[in-house]
């Protein structure tokens, strides 16, 4: 069984920072993406950055001078650190992790979500 656990939400004031981390635990012999996601009030739920098992990052035009992606292998996890945050930033954050729960080149990887974590910035 595979757990998710996000931290680091809050209310901050804008031009403030937050970090986010999310941790996976469980039987897990692999982890290939990690990402974070964020759904707004009335709002789809939208990819905001991602990190793929080699490195490789993606973050979204509309956070990518203010948000950095990164990740732990060692600890399974995922954080996404916030600065010069916006009132339009508001919204839960969620993470998405794809993993294997079984060994073997050839094993399937499955997609996990976060709970989420409420960021509020007030303006």
């Known amino acids: 069984q595979v757990q998710l656990v996000e931290s680091g939400g809050g209310l901050v004031q804008a031009g403030g920072s937050l970090k986010l981390s999310c941790s996976a635990s469980g039987s897990i012999f692999g982890i290939n993406f990690m990402g974070w996601y964020r759904q707004g009030p009335a709002n789809q739920r939208e990819l905001v950055a991602s990190?793929?098992?080699?490195?490789?990052?993606n973050v979204k035009d509309f956070v990518k001078a203010r948000f950095t992606i990164s990740r732990d292998n060692a600890k399974n996890t995922v954080y996404l650190q916030m600065n010069s945050l916006k009132p339009e930033d508001t919204a839960v954050y969620y993470c998405k992790v794809e993993l294997a729960t079984s060994p073997g080149a050839f094993a399937r990887y499955y997609q996990y979500w976060g709970q989420g974590t409420q960021v509020t910035v007030s303006s």
């Open positions: 990190v793929t098992g080699d490195g490789r990052t």
